[in-house]
């Protein structure tokens, strides 16, 4: 058998430059301006969209 070729830092970047990781794209909520993730609910007032808000219960500590 004869001896496999060494795979040159070229290839080897080439090869792994999908898997970078992305940036969160975080958005700031429109009543509290806490940030949050886009289209999703808001963590510390429950709003959503103008139409709508989550009522939240909040946690009890003991």
């Known amino acids: 058998m004869l001896p496999m070729r060494r795979t040159s830092k070229s290839k080897v970047r080439t090869r792994r430059s999908h898997q ?34 989550l009522k939240l219960g909040k946690e009890e500590t003991d």
């Open 20 to 53: 970078a990781l992305k940036a969160v794209n975080y958005t700031l909520c429109p009543k509290c301006s806490q940030s949050i993730l886009p289209h999703t609910a808001c963590n510390n007032c429950g709003y959503v969209n103008p139409n709508l808000t």
